[in-house]
Nanobody, 124 residues
Framework: QVQLVESGGGLVQAGGSLRLSCVAS????????MGWFRQAPGKERELVAT????????VYAASVLGRFTIVRDNAKNTLYLQMNSLKPEDTAVYYC?????????????????WGQGTQVTVAS
């Protein structure tokens, strides 16, 4: 069993930045592909970014490309999402997810473990 705990969400003005963190329990973090998803009110959960276990493959949603960066630190069992140039439409609950298969996944159903989520609110 893997536990994922997100932090770093909050309220920020449009154009601002936030860095989300996700700390994973256990000793197998480095073998998992990881992803960040988000869910806005009334909308389905969507992929924001995914990163393979090796860190060699990153994929971003078109809406965040060039503004968000996904990074992992295997020594700290931690996944990050650096979010710059935030927009009101980025407002959502952001979730960290782990996939036992070390390849990047693009769908919710491909991930095996989920965090509880952290709220990000971007004011206009």
């Amino acid at each position: 069993q893997v536990q994922l705990v997100e932090s770093g969400g909050g309220l920020v003005q449009a154009g601002g930045s936030l860095r989300l963190s996700c700390v994973a329990s256990g000793r197998t973090f480095s073998t998992y592909a990881m992803g960040w998803f988000r869910q806005a009110p009334g909308k389905e959960r969507e992929l924001v970014a995914t990163l393979s276990s090796s860190g060699g493959r990153r994929v971003y949603a078109a809406s965040v490309l060039g503004r968000f960066t996904i990074v992992r630190d295997n020594a700290k069992n931690t996944l990050y999402l650096q979010m710059n140039s935030l927009k009101p439409e980025d407002t959502a609950v952001y979730y960290c997810a782990a996939r036992v298969n070390g390849e990047s996944g693009y769908e919710n159903r491909e991930y095996d473990y989920w965090g509880q989520g952290t709220q990000v609110t971007v004011a206009s």
